[in-house]
């Protein structure tokens, strides 16, 4: 793929004599193998007990904070010696608001622009980097990448979270990253003030902007781990998955990337962006809540008082913008007209993205009570949502009611980014729906009744023994292979097909829509349920 930058400020970020001063750095004792020079710097990494080089913790943007809060990434400082990259950086400002997840960052700060490397053992010594510890070498620039995005709502998560650990990706001959990105209030907040001083004319999208610069931090530096800037694959889930599909549709970055992945999300339908109007008027809104008279007024606030008041706010109260600049128009229409990345799409959810609880709201999973909720929810459209979600008798209400309720929540919104992927993409596109539960846990939970959302990233990325909370079983182990060995397949070549797993035909090849069914007996069937999804569509 030929990558074509097509965004203002090129030079800005190519030219290393463009970042400024240079930071002095302490020179550590040379570890083979280890050290790595980027635009900015030599980086000194870890080896791991796999073999694996890490380099956690490097900059890919100056701090955005005091007046380079809620302005685009601005350059890193280079450095004169190493850098030691043997830690993570510090997390996104972030509430305490999900209990899965597991931090091994360096706290939490509005300094927060880091990401991380994993190398593989076998590396070439590109430019400046190290062979390593006599192991074969690969030739330098010829490895393919992937560069995954944490979820979390775009109000939490980070790239420390083991779950996300590239170190059994990069085992599988891939370089891995992981790519902290500014959240809530800090990543998404759009005022008039902040328009017109932005020479992009925009404001909020934020965050985005920190993704966008990373992949260029990839495009600039990656050669120098031994990785391909031409194949570099973006993924995520939720939030993750949600920032891939918005990265696709933007003329910022959606030339910086080969391929995508998306876990559960889109923007097209989970967290959609709204005009930059309407997104000012809620940031004045929360500038006169907080009792700020002007933009100095807000930057001058502490990141913890302002993180405090942005929760008694609202934490979703900030949404991405269509601002003229990341978005030019609404996601969907880019779409729709073929405007966004073609690059292969390898994309899907989970049986139980919701609960049937939600449906109910509390009440006992009847046929009555199913009836009443859904005529609740729809009004005059209830009939046609009870014939699409059809519940035969009271002991199929939950499953029905969990099917709907997670087509409300992030299933549609995926499909519709794979519909209209596979129509204006012009790249194949691979579905699946994953159904693999999580088993019974450690201290002796009860296994899941279906796969929950985000219960896959495990899986996915070859985690699984770094969550000690549930007691993982062979066929677990076996899930995982297969669906690891899928993604490692389609970031080395952007399809998911490989020797030892069973067939995955493209959604897009023509004839009936194909999803593959990923579970201890993985396999392919034609699409269900489109009447529901073409439905909603029309909406």
């Not at 007990?49 to 890919?60: A, D, H, L, M, N």
């Not at 650990?165 to 005022?191: C, P, Q, W």
Request: include cysteine; aromatic fraction near 10%.
């Amino acid at each position: 793929m030929q990558i074509a930058f097509a965004f203002k400020r090129l030079a800005f970020w190519l030219l290393p004599a463009l970042a400024g001063p240079t930071i002095v750095l302490a020179q550590p004792a040379p570890a083979s193998g280890l050290q790595v020079t980027t635009v900015n710097g030599i980086v000194q990494g870890t080896l791991e007990k796999s073999g694996v080089r890490s380099f956690k913790g490097i900059p890919y943007g100056a701090p955005p904070v005091g007046v380079l809060r809620w302005k685009a990434p601005q350059p890193v400082v280079s450095w004169t010696g190493v850098r030691t990259c043997d830690h993570f950086g510090p997390r996104a400002m972030q509430p305490p608001i999900y209990s899965d997840m597991v931090f091994r960052s360096d706290g939490m700060s509005e300094d927060c622009l880091y990401l991380n490397v994993w190398v593989p053992a076998a590396f070439g010594s590109g430019s400046g980097s190290g062979s390593g510890s006599g192991a074969a070498s690969t030739s330098a620039g010829s490895l393919p990448v992937l560069v995954y995005f944490y979820g979390g709502g775009f109000v939490a998560g980070d790239g420390s979270e083991p779950r996300y650990d590239g170190e059994s990706m990069a085992t599988k001959g891939i370089i891995a990253l992981t790519v902290n990105y500014r959240l809530g209030i800090f990543g998404l907040f759009a005022h008039p003030e902040l328009t017109r001083e932005s020479p992009d004319h925009a404001s909020g999208n934020y965050g985005l902007m920190d993704q966008a610069a990373a992949l260029r931090w990839v495009q600039n530096n990656i050669a120098a781990f031994g990785g391909d800037p031409r194949r570099v694959t973006i993924a995520g889930e939720s939030a993750g998955s949600t920032s891939v599909s918005a990265l696709m549709a933007s003329p910022v970055s959606k030339d910086l990337f080969a391929g995508a992945i998306g876990e559960s999300g889109s923007l097209m339908g989970t967290l959609p962006p709204m005009p930059l109007s309407e997104a000012e008027e809620g940031g004045v809104e929360f500038s006169k809540a907080v009792g700020a008279a002007s933009l100095a007024d807000l930057r001058a606030m502490a990141a913890d008082k302002l993180m405090e008041a942005a929760g008694k706010f609202g934490h979703f109260r900030f949404p991405m913008t269509i601002d003229g600049y990341f978005f030019p128009r609404p996601p969907r229409a880019i779409f729709e007209a073929g405007g966004q990345a073609h690059v292969p799409l390898l994309v899907g959810w989970n049986s139980a993205e919701g609960d049937w609880h939600g449906i109910l709201d509390g009440s006992s999973p009847t046929l009555a009570n199913y009836s009443a909720a859904v005529r609740k929810l729809y009004g005059a459209s209830a009939d046609t949502v009870l014939g699409l979600y059809h519940a035969a008798d009271d002991a199929s209400v939950a499953a029905v009611a969990t099917a709907l309720a997670g087509d409300r929540f992030i299933g549609f919104s995926t499909w519709r980014w794979a519909n209209l992927q596979g129509r204006t993409g012009g790249q194949p596109v691979y579905r699946y729906f994953y159904e693999r539960p999580r088993p019974a846990t450690v201290a002796g939970g009860p296994a899941a009744t279906g796969a929950s959302h985000s219960s896959e990233i495990e899986y996915v990325l070859g985690n699984l023994p770094g969550n000690k909370v549930y007691a993982w079983t062979a066929d677990d182990f076996s899930v995982s292979a297969t669906f690891q060995g899928y993604f490692v397949n389609f970031i080395k070549t952007g399809d998911p097909n490989g020797h030892g797993l069973p067939k995955w035909p493209a959604a897009n090849a023509g004839g009936k829509v194909s999803v593959q069914h990923i579970n201890v007996k993985t396999h392919s069937e034609p699409e269900r349920h489109r009447d529901r999804y073409e439905w909603m569509d029309k909406r």
